[in-house]
């Protein structure tokens, strides 16, 4: 499994954008999904999950309303879309993979991508 996540950049308060996860592996569709991020000085924060099929999410409650995780399984891609930032969303961004857990808890997961950075000012 190897993840590759990109889209993260410089916006404003308010502004959107989204994320994209993309697992080279051919066997995407058996992996939960998940991103994660982390401040400058902060630990690893869960942001949200999802499952297998796409069926159920989990977000953290600082997120609840404002991000949504989708997944395309055709493109082996996972999804976070990404509104109303606030500077405190300032952080870089994991994205991570695991067989056999869907959750928030970020020592589950066995498989992480290189972390793309996203920071809102105000």
């Known amino acids: 499994v190897q993840l590759q996540a990109c889209g993260g950049g410089l916006v404003q308060a308010g502004d959107s954008l989204r994320l994209s996860c993309a697992n080279s592996?051919?066997?995407?569709?058996?992996?939960?999904m998940a991103w994660f991020r982390q401040a400058p000085g902060k630990e690893r924060e869960a942001v949200a999950a999802?499952?297998?099929?796409?069926?159920?999410?989990y977000y953290a409650d600082s997120v609840k309303g404002r991000f949504t995780i989708s997944r395309d399984n055709a493109k082996n891609t996972v999804y976070l879309q990404m509104n109303s930032l606030k500077p405190e969303d300032t952080a870089v961004y994991y994205c991570?993979?695991?067989?056999?857990?869907?959750?928030?808890?970020?020592?589950?997961?066995?498989?992480w991508g290189q972390g793309t950075l996203v920071t809102v000012s105000s």
């Open positions: 991570a993979a695991d067989k056999s857990y869907v959750g928030l808890a970020p020592k589950r997961y066995d498989y």
């Open positions: 999802i499952t297998w099929s796409g069926g159920m999410t």
């Open positions: 592996g051919r066997t995407f569709s058996s992996y939960a």
